[in-house]
């Protein structure tokens, strides 16, 4: 994300010191628009309050050969805001890490035609403050995260539960 941020014109020491959370959203909504495949998939960056990272993406350019959601754009979308989560607590812990995703399960529970809505959150057993930790004293970590898109009606649509690895750079 740095070099993104930096190709963007942003200094990429500010991005070192975007530790607050509207600072590290906005650097967030940067690379977002950068990266080629989420840009195509015409993701934004939504609420972000420290606990849940929202997303969305337009049915439009999402859409299956059946007029519903695609399938991996929803996987993409909701995998994408789990990444997002962290790198956003990495930003305001001051910490330096690459985010990977380990492994993650998806279920699609009714066929979406609306818009892609997701907001990802902490799994209810994890907490920030033992990966944060972790991450500090042995310079990687791995957290569970999950992940929904919500229908129009506030349903659930599809979820994804997400181990999400952080190994800290230099």
Do not use: C
């Not at 930096?6 to 990266?35: D, H």
């Amino acid at each position: 994300m740095d070099a993104v941020l930096k190709n963007a014109g942003l200094k990429q020491a500010g991005l070192k010191q975007a530790t607050t959370r509207e600072s590290a959203l906005e650097a967030l909504r940067v690379y977002t628009r950068e990266l080629v495949p989420l840009a195509a998939m015409q993701v934004r960056v939504g609420e972000y309050d420290g606990v849940r990272l929202h997303m969305d993406a337009p049915l439009a350019v999402n859409m299956n050969d059946k007029g519903s959601a695609f399938g991996g754009s929803m996987t993409s979308l909701m995998t994408y805001a789990g990444w997002g989560l962290v790198t956003l607590q990495l930003h305001q812990a001051g910490l330096q890490a690459d985010v990977f995703v380990a492994d993650s399960a998806v279920r699609y529970r009714k066929p979406l035609y609306a818009d892609l809505r997701t907001e990802a959150e902490l799994a209810p057993e994890e907490s920030w403050a033992p990966f944060l930790n972790t991450l500090a004293q042995r310079g990687r970590a791995r957290i569970q995260l999950q992940a929904r898109i919500n229908g129009p009606e506030g349903e659930v649509m599809a979820d994804l539960s997400g181990r999400y690895v952080a190994i800290a750079k230099g």
